[in-house]
């Protein structure tokens, strides 16, 4: 059985409440602000690309907030902006791949054998597959502190 989206909406009550919701040009970011929308959410849309917000932005009648977030100045700016067309928000959507480092992943620390043995998988003993023939090779990483 479907939900009652209208029983949804009274039980949130987020008729002109202010979203951001970031990651929001295309898949689970999208589908989230127009998901908020229809609710009576008043959108904020944030997300690297121009285009694809600004015209989400048009079809939820949001705003789009352009905003690559490993930029920590471009994220400063956001809120502010977001305050000055739409009110504060108080909803946040994060659909944003990659944005709490602007380090590669390649370059984060190892963690300790310990650490590896407890969440290791299990092998893939008696497979036949040429990929589980071939040695893995990993770049060195830096061992995490203690």
């Known amino acids: 059985m479907a939900p009652d989206l209208d029983a949804v909406a009274r039980t949130f009550g987020l ?3 202010v979203a951001v919701v ?4 295309s898949g689970l970011g999208a589908a989230v602000a127009h998901a908020l929308a229809s609710l009576g959410a008043r959108v904020a849309v944030v997300a690297r690309r121009h285009d694809r917000p600004a015209a989400l932005a048009r079809g939820i009648d949001g705003l789009a907030a352009p905003c690559d977030l490993s930029d920590l100045d471009r994220i400063r700016s956001v809120v502010p902006t977001v305050v000055e067309k739409l009110g504060p ?3 946040l ?6 944005m709490f480092t602007t380090e590669r ?3 984060a620390c190892a963690p ?3 650490a590896r043995s407890s969440t290791s998988r299990p092998s893939a003993a008696g497979s036949t597959s040429p990929a589980s023939r ?3 090779t990993r770049r060195a990483r830096p061992a995490c502190p203690a």
């Open 22 to 25: 970031t990651g929001a040009w």
């Open 93 to 98: 959507g994060n659909a944003a791949g990659n």
């Open 105 to 107: 992943a390649e370059s």
């Open 112 to 114: 300790s054998a310990a």
């Open 15 to 17: 008729d002109g409440r």
């Open 89 to 91: 928000p108080e909803i």
């Open 134 to 136: 071939r040695p893995r």
